[in-house]
Nanobody, 128 residues
Framework: VRLVDSGGREVQTGASLRLSCAASGRTKSGRTFKTSAMGWFRQAEGKETEFVAVINYNGDYIKYSDSVKGRFAISRDDARDMLYLQMDNLRPEDSAVYRC?????????????????WGQGTQVTVSP
């Protein structure tokens, strides 16, 4: 499946942003957006890639990292093959390249190895 991230930009501390991820096609294993768990990961400059949020294939299970819980919300629109990440009360430590990812299965996971397709990334910069 092909994933295209968008929505990142520079904002001030406390601002909100909504990232979008448009999906098309199938994964190598034949999965589509609708049958895949979907996630968001981020990588700050000089740091390892970090799990942010994941939603299972039908949206009835969601998990967040402790660092974003209560501030970020992941959602999916299966009619449009779109994944979203609503980010509120942004902090400078949220600055990173954010990438959406399609899972190898319909079940949610926070492990990078459980995702087989990745967006190109969108930069989020939060100024103090």
């Amino acid at each position: 499946v092909r994933l295209v991230d968008s929505g990142g930009r520079e904002v001030q501390t406390g601002a909100s942003l909504r990232l979008s991820c448009a999906a098309s096609g199938r994964t190598k294993s034949g999965r589509t957006f609708k049958t895949s768990a979907m996630g968001w990961f981020r990588q700050a400059e000089g740091k390892e890639t970090e799990f942010v949020a994941v939603i299972n294939y039908n949206g009835d299970y969601i998990k967040y990292s402790d660092s974003v819980k209560g501030r970020f919300a992941i959602s999916r629109d299966d009619a449009r093959d779109m994944l979203y990440l609503q980010m509120d009360n942004l902090r400078p430590e949220d600055s990173a390249v954010y990438r959406c990812a399609a899972g190898r299965s319909s079940a949610a996971s926070s492990l990078r190895s459980d995702f087989s397709a990745w967006g190109q990334g969108t930069q989020v910069t939060v100024s103090p």
